[in-house]
């Protein structure tokens, strides 16, 4: 993540605020009267400009300032504020250094270059820049949180948390800091930790929408769903505008089977940035477990029109697509998925299912032996390689595969069935009575409900009419046999 200009105007109102803007003053009665051969005016002038928002005129007063004294180091602060206000980050760097180079000791200037440089995806290159404030400035609060904040986006959790612990000495009632050190602890897995930060930024500052948000988050990991909604309704209370604590209760709303509800929460958010492409791909996912793939398919649409590099939407969208039998257009958001990410054993995994669908079993098998390449340990694709060996009646290799997924996974109560239809296809009748038993065994520890997809097996190995039928209408009969495994496993 970016740090941002929000940052920004932290930095600005605690690094800033006091040599800025107590030589700016209030001068709005005095611009009739400004001296253009006086350097301090038009750099007054300019930074009063700067904070009605006017960033073209307050460069011009900047450069006017620089014109004239060519060694303002605060001049060419300024500056870069204004440039990089206008999105002209580059130029902003260049200012900042002529005012380091002017005065090295300009902590402003340090720490604006780093969030300059944060923002250009180069946070090393900011850490730098903030170690150098540092030790101009070791008791700024401020600047420790947004060394950690840096840290964390270098995914370095564990040197953010000593950054937040140093800021937190220097200002134990800096929010900011508590909030933020939560989420570094959230990263390492340390979530009831991460809980007891947030709650203390909250004692502090009851009204931090994001620290509620965030305590939401790590409550939700905790499957704490109901207080973790109760946390996302407080965020949205204070800031009814906080689009991610929309997203988030969303995903909390779903994640308790309230699915309905959570579409509700995503067009909150959507309200607000009909451009977040990950809260479509989750309404679309929502929509799906309201069993409405088209709908879901119109969502996941909305998501790779706004970013058509974004793989998973390709992948949900596909699931979806096979859910509505339409394997053919299927492969093709498989193929999109495939083609940003080669190496995703779970999408080869599903790309077979729709070729064996399709009846193209000798791709099918390819996609599989490519899913398990990449993944030795997926039991889903030894089992569904399984079942392709099976429909093309090599029974010995299907009673191996079929193995192997319960070697990784003994659980599989559909894999124990499917073994002893091989069984018994290769005329193993006992060894196929003990699969049969071990099923139903895993059947009644789990409470799944295997007898429509048993009457199945028994129809595929005995019935050779039903075999040559459907070997016609492959596509359509291995639908049935997903879904019947759809329902195992989901149970």
């Known amino acids: 993540m970016k740090l941002g200009w929000f940052l920004a105007s932290i930095v600005l109102l605690a690094l800033l605020a006091a040599p800025l803007h107590a030589a700016a003053g209030d001068l709005a009665d005095e611009f009739s009267a400004v001296n253009e051969s006086n350097p301090d005016e038009w750099y007054r002038k300019g930074w009063t400009l700067y904070n009605q928002g006017e960033y073209d005129e307050a460069l011009i007063a900047c450069d006017g300032a620089i014109n004239i004294d060519p060694q303002n180091a605060n001049a060419w602060v300024l500056k870069g504020l204004a440039l990089s206000d206008l999105s002209r980050p580059e130029e902003a760097i260049e200012a900042y250094d002529v005012a380091i180079e002017i005065d090295p000791q300009n902590a402003n200037a340090l720490v604006l270059k780093g969030l300059v440089l944060s923002d250009l995806g180069r946070p090393e290159e900011a850490i730098e820049a903030y170690n150098v404030a540092l030790e101009i400035d070791p008791q700024n609060a401020n600047l420790w949180v947004l060394k950690g904040l840096t840290l964390s986006d270098l995914d370095r959790p564990k040197e953010a948390i000593e950054a937040y612990y140093v800021a937190l000495e220097i200002d134990p009632q800096n929010a900011a800091a508590w909030n933020d050190k939560g989420r570094a602890l959230s990263r390492l897995g340390r979530t009831e930790e991460a809980i007891e930060a947030y709650d203390v930024a909250l004692e502090i500052d009851p009204q931090n929408a994001a620290a509620w948000t965030h305590k939401g988050y790590a409550l939700d990991d905790l499957s704490k769903y109901g207080e973790a909604v109760e946390a996302y309704n407080r965020a949205v209370v204070i800031d009814q505008q906080y689009m991610n604590a929309w997203v988030f209760k969303g995903l909390a709303l779903s994640d308790m089977g309230r699915a309905e509800d959570a579409i509700g929460a995503y067009d909150k ?223």
């Open 269 to 491: 958010a959507l309200a607000l940035d009909p451009h977040n492409a990950n809260a479509w791909v989750f309404k679309g996912l929502a929509l799906s477990d309201l069993d409405r793939p088209e709908e879901a398919i119109e969502a996941y649409n909305r998501a790779l029109l706004i970013d058509p590099q974004y793989a998973n939407a390709w992948i949900f969208k596909g699931l979806a697509l096979s859910e509505m039998g339409r394997a053919e257009y299927a492969i093709g958001a498989y193929d999109q998925a495939l083609a940003l990410d080669p190496q995703d054993a779970a999408v080869w995994k599903y790309k077979g299912d729709a070729l064996d669908n399709l009846g193209k079993y000798d791709e099918a098998e390819k996609a599989y032996n490519r899913a398990l390449a990449l993944d030795p340990q997926n039991a889903d694709a030894w089992d569904n390689k399984g079942q392709l060996m099976f429909e093309l009646r090599r029974y010995d290799e299907s009673l191996k595969l079929y193995d192997e997924a319960l070697k990784l996974d003994s659980s599989l109560t559909y894999t124990w069935y499917k073994k002893g239809a091989a069984l018994e296809s290769l005329n193993r009748s006992a060894e196929a009575a003990m699969a049969y038993s071990l099923g139903r065994e895993m059947e009644l520890n789990s409470g799944t409900k295997m007898a429509i997809f048993v009457l199945f097996l028994i129809l595929v190995i005995f019935n050779e009419t039903f075999m040559a039928h459907r070997a016609t209408h492959a596509d359509e009969n291995r639908n049935i046999l997903i879904l019947h495994e759809s329902d195992t496993t989901s149970s």
